[in-house]
């Protein structure tokens, strides 16, 4: 059974748990290897995936397929901090869809959820215990909004627009109790506060819905919903995009706004009384108190009104321009200051608290801000997060400096990169920044700088809209964003690889930008740096377009080599040292591993092929570990490969170069295949392993099952900094972590609703961060037995470079000739 568990002390919710489901060991213990420590991401796209319990003030929205559960008073850091309870939809290796609605019962005990994908399921779930307690799967392809009467009795659940069922689910008896169709894509619903009905707003839609409670209670087969539309009049062509019954004295109401602007009050007749223009380009959603109505608008913009009469009261504070550079909001004043030409996100998601008098807006950059609205008159900032707003391709650990007064980023911070057209620096310590330029900022606590690539800011905004579908492909540009990033083993350089093929190479001590080349004709999908225990500095870069440029960092990041031995997209290339000599090994989605060494010339270093294997699978991603010993390989049967070293050898970091025009060379994969590639052979499509192979031979020396699961492609491997545990990402969402030298899997995780498309351990070995397609960064916590026996390794290692036992690479020699 999925739990909901807590990730912080929370005495009024019961002692402290973990995921057991989501970081298990599989020795049958049940020591929890691995928990889910932090969220850095929102997935809401409209009203209905946001929820306030009125009562106990907690606040629930989606990440992925988990739904992220926080209170809005009394944690430190504020709403939607760092101390939550995450209720995992993820409990059997088939559940893997997004969440798109939930709703808190009145009583505040249930969290009701709907997902998206095929048969998707509307969950039930109690708070206090943090378990699943019912489930309904009575849609086929999306359950676009979802809602518990006032009583607590019924969840009313309205599918996609391809569904069209209205359900009124007595859920505790598991029976659906009524039921209709419905014509037109809704993307709302609300009850009245005495139970008699609900209405839902959608598409040219406002239709009450009458329980007859009598019937419904009695009768246990399905009756038909009695459902009335609303008289719209002149209003009958427009768009609902929310809906909200009345409170208090307004309690025979229904408000609900037009996509077009317009804020509309229906009688309890179903009769449109009154409508108010809100002055916006669009309205997006609504959020009714007996107090105040709130009405999230285009640019940023929140409309207060008074409910019993419809005047306007107010406008609450817009959030950061589109752009800012969050570094340089240290103070509120900073905040407000707009400037007139800026532009702002839409207000997508409101939902209000009103034992605090707090409202939580979601815009649709990702971003969330809670405003204190006890005096309209002088609303003031409560919390604030930034996040991604769209597919999250690769993440970097800044590197250890010795001289801390060298280092640019603060440690335990890490880079990501994202189809938004943003690098994002961050740092979940709460310590501060200390030792780098960088101070903490009013507008996150955990991001510390944004660097935007280009003045593009559409590319910030989030084109999916409420039941699923997207905005207008036409206005965003497929191949706009930044597919890969690699910090330099000396943490001075940023390098970044877009999806046109252009490379970037920034200054991090200012964060300015000191190199921009067009280096390929597609998008780079993978860059690295030379390790200094090669003596070498150089920066690799590897593209779609087949061809890997080689530049050397130390001159300028002049290029020094361009090699197009690939006849497809090359996925993966890393430096390393073995048997005294400096190699590079590259792979991708030619099934064809090059492995290449590095030999003196007039001008600097060339590489030249020694060996080159073919494999019967397309290879996505490897790694070298730290001993320098052994190549790990993952491809798409599922499979990890072990190449050892002879001796020597490390990988990473990467880059990329100018390089000469490809003309037909535009091989593509999909979305699955161009996360990452593979150096190593292909096993039978039947097996789930890793292998080992021998560098200089191309011979196999051992197989280890590489996932728990049967269906999928491996996308991405990572060794921790020690060489104990390596771990996975499978096309099926998981994460899995195993022993690297006996293969036994030690922890499998989910929490991610698209595709793992990176992951990295930290340097003090207590974490591994993951990135997803979702636009989530979950930060995972190992447990204390597996950080002491990494942290026991990397000191045996150091021990032994310090005591010479371990031969470095020679400096490369100048060829003799060509090597086949």
Same mark, same amino acid.
């Given at each position: 059974?999925?739990?909901?568990?807590?990730?912080?002390?929370?005495?009024?919710?019961?002692?402290?748990?973990?995921?057991?489901?989501?970081?298990?060991?599989?020795?049958?213990?049940?020591?929890?290897?691995?928990?889910?420590?932090?969220?850095?991401?929102?997935?809401?796209?409209?009203?209905?995936?946001?929820?306030?319990?009125?009562?106990?003030?907690?606040?629930?929205?989606?990440?992925?397929?988990?739904?992220? =559960?926080?209170?809005?008073?009394?944690?430190?850091?504020?709403?939607?901090?760092?101390?939550?309870?995450?209720?995992?939809?993820?409990?059997?290796?088939?559940?893997?869809?997004?969440?798109?609605?939930?709703?808190?019962?009145?009583?505040?005990?249930?969290?009701?959820?709907?997902?998206?994908?095929?048969?998707?399921?509307?969950?039930?779930?109690?708070?206090?215990?943090?378990?699943? =307690?019912?489930?309904?799967?009575?849609?086929?392809?999306?359950?676009?909004?979802?809602?518990?009467?006032?009583?607590?009795?019924?969840?009313?659940?309205?599918?996609?627009? @391809?569904?069209?069922?209205?359900?009124?689910?007595?859920?505790?008896?598991?029976?659906?109790?009524?039921?209709?169709?419905?014509?037109? /894509?809704?993307?709302?619903?609300?009850?009245?506060?005495?139970?008699?009905?609900? =209405?839902?707003?959608?598409?040219? +839609?406002?239709?009450?819905?009458?329980?007859?409670?009598?019937?419904?209670?009695?009768?246990?087969?399905?009756?038909?919903?009695?459902?009335?539309?609303?008289?719209?009049?002149?209003?009958?062509?427009?768009?609902?995009?929310?809906?909200?019954?009345?409170?208090?004295?307004?309690?025979?109401?229904?408000?609900?706004?037009?996509?077009?602007?317009?804020?509309?009050?229906?009688?309890?007749?179903?009769?449109?009384?009154?409508?108010?223009?809100?002055?916006?380009?669009?309205?997006?959603?609504?959020?009714?108190?007996?107090?105040?109505?709130?009405?999230?608008?285009?640019?940023?913009?929140?409309?207060?009104?008074?409910?019993?009469?419809?005047?306007?009261?107010?406008?609450?504070?817009?959030?950061?321009?589109?752009?800012? &550079?969050?570094?340089?909001?240290?103070?509120?004043? +900073?905040?407000?200051?707009?400037?007139?030409?800026?532009?702002?996100?839409?207000?997508?998601?409101?939902?209000?608290?009103?034992?605090?008098?707090?409202?939580?807006?979601?815009?649709?950059?990702?971003?969330?801000?809670?405003?204190?609205?006890?005096?309209?008159?002088?609303?003031?900032?409560?919390?604030?997060?930034?996040?991604?707003?769209?597919?999250?391709?690769?993440?970097?650990?800044?590197?250890?400096?010795?001289?801390?007064?060298?280092?640019?980023?603060?440690?335990?911070?890490?880079?990501?990169?994202?189809?938004?057209?943003?690098?994002?620096?961050?740092?979940?310590?709460?310590?501060?920044?200390?030792?780098?330029?960088?101070?903490?900022?009013?507008?996150?606590?955990?991001?510390?700088?944004?660097?935007?690539?280009?003045?593009?800011?559409?590319?910030?905004?989030?084109?999916?809209?409420?039941?699923?579908?997207?905005?207008?492909?036409?206005?965003? &540009?497929?191949?706009?964003?930044?597919?890969?990033?690699?910090?330099?083993?000396?943490?001075?350089?940023?390098?970044?690889?877009?999806?046109?093929?252009?490379?970037?190479? +920034?200054?991090?001590?200012?964060?300015?930008?000191?190199?921009?080349?067009?280096?390929?004709?597609?998008?780079?999908?993978?860059?690295?740096?030379?390790?200094?225990?090669?003596?070498?500095?150089?920066?690799?870069?590897?593209?779609? &377009?087949?061809?890997?440029?080689?530049?050397?960092?130390?001159?300028?990041?002049?290029?020094?080599?361009?090699?197009?031995? @690939?006849?497809?997209?090359?996925?993966?290339?890393?430096?390393?040292?073995?048997?005294?000599?400096?190699?590079?090994?590259?792979?991708?989605?030619?099934?064809?591993?090059?492995?290449?060494?590095?030999?003196?010339?007039?001008?600097?270093?060339?590489?030249? /092929?020694?060996? @080159?294997?073919?494999?019967?699978?397309?290879?996505?991603?490897?790694?070298?570990?730290?001993?320098?010993?052994?190549?790990?390989?993952?491809?798409? &049967?599922?499979?990890?490969?072990?190449?050892?070293?002879?001796?020597?050898?490390?990988?990473?970091?990467?880059?990329?170069?100018? /390089?000469?025009?490809?003309?037909?060379?535009?091989?593509?994969?999909?979305?699955?295949?161009?996360?990452?590639?593979?150096?190593?052979?292909?096993?039978?499509?039947?097996?789930?392993?890793?292998?080992?192979?021998?560098?200089?031979?191309?011979?196999?020396?051992?197989?280890?099952?590489?996932?728990?699961?049967?269906?999928?492609?491996?996308?991405?491997?990572?060794?921790?900094?020690?060489?104990?545990?390596?771990?996975?990402?499978?096309?099926?969402?998981?994460?899995?972590?195993?022993?690297?030298?006996?293969?036994?899997?030690?922890?499998?995780?989910?929490? +991610?609703?698209?595709?793992?498309?990176?992951?990295?351990?930290?340097?003090?070995?207590?974490?591994?961060?993951?990135?997803?397609?979702?636009?989530?960064?979950?930060?995972?916590?190992?447990?204390?037995?597996?950080?002491?026996?990494?942290?026991?390794?990397?000191?045996?290692?150091?021990?032994?470079?310090?005591?010479?036992?371990?031969?470095?690479?020679?400096?490369?020699?100048?060829?003799?000739?060509?090597?086949?």
């Amino acid at each position: 059974m999925s739990v909901l568990h807590s990730e912080a002390p929370v005495s009024e919710l019961g002692e402290t748990r973990g995921i057991p489901e989501q970081g298990q060991c599989k020795d049958g213990t049940g020591l929890e290897q691995v928990t889910l420590e932090k969220v850095l991401g929102i997935t809401v796209s409209g009203g209905r995936g946001l929820a306030c319990d009125p009562r106990s003030g907690l606040v629930a929205y989606p990440a992925g397929s988990l739904c992220w =559960v926080t209170r809005s008073a009394g944690w430190p850091g504020g709403l939607l901090g760092s101390c939550g309870l995450v209720l995992s939809l993820v409990s059997a290796p088939l559940l893997r869809k997004t969440i798109t609605a939930l709703a808190f019962s009145p009583d505040g005990k249930y969290l009701v959820t709907g997902e998206s994908g095929h048969m998707p399921a509307v969950r039930v779930w109690d708070v206090a215990e943090r378990s699943q =307690v019912a489930e309904l799967q009575e849609h086929k392809y999306g359950v676009a909004c979802v809602a518990f009467s006032p009583s607590a009795k019924y969840i009313v659940s309205v599918g996609y627009q @391809h569904d069209m069922i209205v359900n009124v689910w007595a859920w505790k008896k598991n029976i659906v109790v009524a039921s209709n169709k419905v014509s037109s /894509r809704v993307t709302a619903v609300s009850f009245s506060e005495d139970c008699s009905y609900f =209405v839902t707003a959608g598409n040219r +839609h406002i239709k009450f819905w009458y329980l007859d409670d009598s019937k419904t209670s009695k009768v246990n087969a399905t009756v038909p919903l009695l459902g009335r539309s609303g008289l719209l009049g002149e209003l009958r062509n427009n768009l609902f995009t929310d809906v909200a019954c009345g409170r208090g004295k307004k309690a025979d109401s229904t408000f609900c706004i037009t996509s077009s602007g317009l804020l509309c009050e229906f009688s309890d007749r179903r009769l449109l009384d009154k409508w108010v223009e809100l002055r916006t380009t669009v309205a997006h959603c609504i959020s009714v108190s007996q107090d105040y109505i709130f009405c999230g608008c285009a640019d940023g913009t929140v409309r207060l009104f008074n409910p019993s009469n419809l005047h306007f009261l107010t406008t609450l504070p817009r959030p950061h321009a589109l752009g800012t &550079d969050i570094a340089s909001v240290t103070e509120a004043s +900073h905040l407000f200051s707009g400037v007139a030409t800026a532009k702002y996100p839409d207000t997508i998601a409101l939902t209000f608290d009103p034992a605090n008098q707090w409202l939580s807006c979601v815009y649709n950059d990702h971003s969330i801000y809670v405003w204190d609205v006890r005096d309209p008159k002088k609303v003031g900032k409560v919390y604030s997060a930034l996040y991604h707003s769209s597919c999250v391709w690769s993440v970097e650990v800044y590197p250890e400096v010795k001289d801390s007064n060298q280092a640019c980023l603060p440690p335990s911070s890490f880079i990501t990169c994202s189809s938004d057209n943003t690098i994002r620096l961050w740092n979940t310590e709460s310590s501060g920044v200390h030792g780098s330029t960088l101070h903490r900022n009013i507008l996150s606590n955990d991001l510390i700088k944004i660097i935007y690539v280009d003045g593009n800011t559409q590319a910030l905004l989030d084109t999916e809209l409420p039941g699923g579908e997207k905005a207008d492909a036409s206005l965003m &540009d497929p191949r706009v964003g930044i597919r890969s990033v690699c910090v330099s083993p000396n943490g001075q350089h940023l390098a970044s690889g877009d999806r046109m093929g252009t490379l970037r190479v +920034h200054e991090l001590q200012s964060l300015s930008e000191m190199l921009k080349v067009e280096a390929h004709d597609s998008e780079i999908l993978c860059l690295e740096y030379s390790k200094p225990d090669t003596g070498l500095k150089l920066l690799a870069s590897a593209s779609r &377009d087949r061809l890997i440029h080689v530049l050397d960092a130390g001159r300028e990041y002049s290029l020094q080599q361009t090699l197009d031995e @690939h006849s497809s997209s090359i996925t993966a290339v890393k430096f390393a040292a073995s048997d005294g000599q400096v190699r590079m090994i590259s792979c991708g989605a030619d099934k064809s591993i090059y492995f290449r060494t590095a030999q003196k010339s007039g001008d600097g270093v060339q590489f030249t /092929r020694t060996h @080159h294997v073919v494999r019967k699978t397309t290879l996505y991603d490897m790694d070298v570990e730290p001993s320098w010993k052994y190549t790990a390989i993952g491809c798409q &049967d599922r499979n990890i490969r072990t190449l050892p070293h002879p001796r020597g050898g490390s990988p990473f970091a990467a880059g990329g170069g100018p /390089r000469e025009h490809r003309p037909g060379v535009n091989v593509g994969l999909s979305i699955t295949q161009a996360c990452s590639t593979v150096t190593a052979s292909a096993c039978e499509r039947e097996c789930v392993s890793y292998r080992i192979f021998n560098i200089s031979s191309g011979k196999q020396k051992k197989l280890f099952k590489g996932s728990q699961g049967e269906d999928g492609t491996l996308i991405k491997v990572q060794t921790d900094p020690s060489g104990i545990y390596i771990a996975t990402s499978c096309s099926d969402k998981n994460l899995s972590i195993f022993d690297f030298s006996s293969g036994e899997c030690v922890a499998t995780m989910f929490g +991610h609703s698209e595709i793992v498309t990176g992951m990295k351990f930290s340097n003090d070995c207590k974490h591994l961060i993951s990135v997803s397609g979702d636009s989530c960064i979950f930060v995972w916590r190992l447990s204390s037995e597996m950080t002491i026996s990494m942290r026991q390794r990397l000191a045996e290692l150091r021990q032994r470079q310090r005591g010479g036992k371990q031969q470095g690479p020679s400096p490369p020699q100048r060829a003799s000739g060509p090597h086949r």
